[in-house]
């Protein structure tokens, strides 16, 4: 059996967040995927202090699936590094 992974990313709104948790389990890369909002992240980004709030998106998968879900978010992710 393969093992389950939950793959996780945050995003800078819900419908972008609903939008690629769509994209994972149409794609079948995905099983579930679940979303949750309001959390607050704080992070340097080229050396400036950042706090914001961000969406957590949460996708249950498989290890075979690791690679090409990871080459998906990478692809279709808004930000320069998910």
Known sequence: ???????????PTMD????LGQQL????????????????SIYRWD???????EVLLSAKTT???WQPIEAFIKTHHPYQLP
């Open 1 to 11: 059996m393969d093992s389950i992974l939950i793959v996780t990313t945050t995003l």
């Open 16 to 19: 972008a967040a609903r939008l």
């Open 63 to 65: 290890a075979t699936q």
């Open 25 to 40: 389990i149409d794609e079948r890369l995905a099983a579930c995927v679940q979303i949750q909002g309001g959390m607050q």
């Open 47 to 53: 050396g400036t202090l950042c706090n914001d709030t």
